[in-house]
T-cell receptor, first 112, second 112 residues
């Protein structure tokens, strides 16, 4: 079974600054996907960024980027130039065998 | 393109009753997954369907069941409701069970 660990229950960041969310996972698989999802209070899960395990290059989506360390089984998310709209719960997720395994989430607060 | 649609958005039931939740995937998506989200257990995978076949199932009692129709719409049913079944139930769809999964707004189920 895959486990996903997010060790930071809460993170706070000043508007326009950078915050990094950590995620580690445990698996014996070699082919899988990793994701970061965002869940604002409106409760819809929104895909932020994805990473294929076979790709060494770290994924980037505008202000969001990841640091994927396959050997260390680490998958952190960096939010640059933080905006008020980034405030939400962020979930790291591991995917294989047609299912997602989620971490416990990190609540991100953005200070104006 | 319309997103994943879940109905109803809110539902209140009493212990012992049964409930059916509905999910319409994004047009063209053939894989539908269900997740339960609670404050205590976080996000947990229930099951995944593709072309009317269940391909994976999470660790939930037999009271939780689902099905998928030929038009890819899916329903999940919970029988003999318990207080602990109170949760946000999220449905997600993807093209072939590959990634990423796109989520609906969820159904908030409250058991009295």
């Amino acid at each position: 079974a895959q486990t996903v660990t997010q060790s930071q229950p809460e993170m706070s960041v000043q508007e326009a600054e950078t915050v990094t969310l950590s995620c580690t996972y445990d698996t014996s698989e070699s082919d899988y996907y990793l994701f970061w999802y965002k869940q604002p209070p409106s409760r819809q899960m929104i895909l932020v960024i994805r990473q294929e395990a076979y790709k060494q290059q770290n994924a980037t989506e505008n202000r969001f980027s990841v640091n994927f360390q396959k050997a260390a089984k680490s998958f952190s998310l960096k939010i640059s130039d933080s905006q008020l709209g980034d405030a939400a719960m962020y979930f790291c997720a591991f995917s294989n065998d047609y299912k997602l395994s989620f971490g416990a989430g990190t609540t991100v607060t953005v200070r104006a | 393109k319309a997103g994943v649609t879940q109905t109803p958005r809110y539902l209140i039931k009493t212990r012992g009753q049964q409930v059916t939740l509905s999910c319409s995937p994004i047009s063209g998506h053939r894989s539908v997954s269900w997740y339960q989200q609670t404050p205590g257990q976080g996000l947990q995978f229930l099951f995944e369907y593709f072309s009317e076949t269940q391909r994976n199932k999470g660790n939930f009692p037999g009271r939780f069941s689902g099905r998928q129709f030929s038009n890819s719409r899916s329903e999940m049913n919970v029988s003999t409701l318990e207080l602990g079944d109170s949760a946000l139930y999220l449905c997600a769809s993807s093209a072939i069970g590959a990634e990423p999964q796109h989520f609906g707004d969820g159904t908030r189920l409250s058991i009295l």
